[in-house]
């Protein structure tokens, strides 16, 4: 374990990764229980107002990214002030992202159905931040040998096509395999092949004179929603509250 952690953490410098992803899940989970205690009246908080304004928490959440992001930048990734920066940059990343929903509709929608967008964010965020923290980079060309590592053309070519992948499957509509895609190999090639959703761009292009396949693509989706939408639902309220009806 000592190895490892010198190997993997220490030496390459990820000690700050590591503590502004678990800063960012803290303060995440965090207040999500002070919000949910809120919202059913129980506990000693309360919402933050000055001057008769709700204070929400993206606006020190913007202030403590900045100060973190800048400190960060300051210190390179090494030494105390390293750690305390990616610390701050974590927690106000946690408050931005948990109303992220807030900021893309310009409303109140925290506890709306639009709300579950930031818990989806959030979700996302942490696990790919893990996956570089765990070891994968960029378009999943890490761990190769130094011969590998001279063949640029074929670093190049698996850089372009798992990149091609991912786009193909945005295009498609499967957003969370893209963004998976671009750090974990092949996984964006199970998007890109198969049928796009009814409402995506490739569907509105490409299908538009193919009766058989818009026909399919809704049944497939139907079916596909039909059989996760219930577990991910339950999902998102388990971490976020059940939004308003």
Do not use: C
Not at 92 to 113: N, R
Not at 163 to 180: D, E, H, P
Not at 191 to 202: H, T
């Amino acid at each position: 374990m000592g190895d490892w952690w010198q190997r993997s953490i220490m030496e390459p410098g990820k000690l700050p990764l590591l503590l502004a992803l678990g800063a960012f899940v803290l303060t995440f989970v965090v207040t999500r229980v002070i919000t949910r205690l809120i919202r059913a009246g129980k506990g000693p908080f309360g919402n933050v107002k000055a001057g008769g304004v709700h204070v929400h928490h993206v606006v020190p959440g913007i202030v403590l990214t900045l100060v973190g992001g800048f400190a960060a930048v300051a210190g390179g990734r090494h030494g105390f002030g390293s750690a305390l920066a990616a610390v701050v940059f974590g927690i106000g990343a946690g408050f931005v992202l948990d109303e992220f929903a807030l900021i893309l509709h310009l409303d109140d929608v925290y506890w709306s159905e639009a709300g579950r967008k930031s818990v989806e964010v959030v979700v996302v965020t942490a696990a790919l931040v893990g996956l570089v923290l765990a070891g994968f980079t960029p378009f999943g060309v890490d761990g190769m040998s130094q011969d590998e590592l001279q063949d640029r053309a074929n670093v190049i070519a698996t850089v372009a096509g798992n990149f091609v992948f991912s786009l193909l499957a945005l295009a498609k509509g499967k957003a969370r395999l893209a963004v998976f895609g671009v750090i974990v190999p092949l996984v964006a090639l199970v998007g890109a092949v198969r049928l796009a959703r009814p409402d995506s761009f490739w569907a509105r292009r490409f299908y538009a004179r193919r009766p058989q396949a818009r026909a399919k693509s809704r049944l497939r989706a139907y079916r596909h929603d039909r059989r996760w939408s219930g577990p991910r639902r339950a999902f998102e309220d388990w971490i976020g509250g059940r939004p308003d009806a």
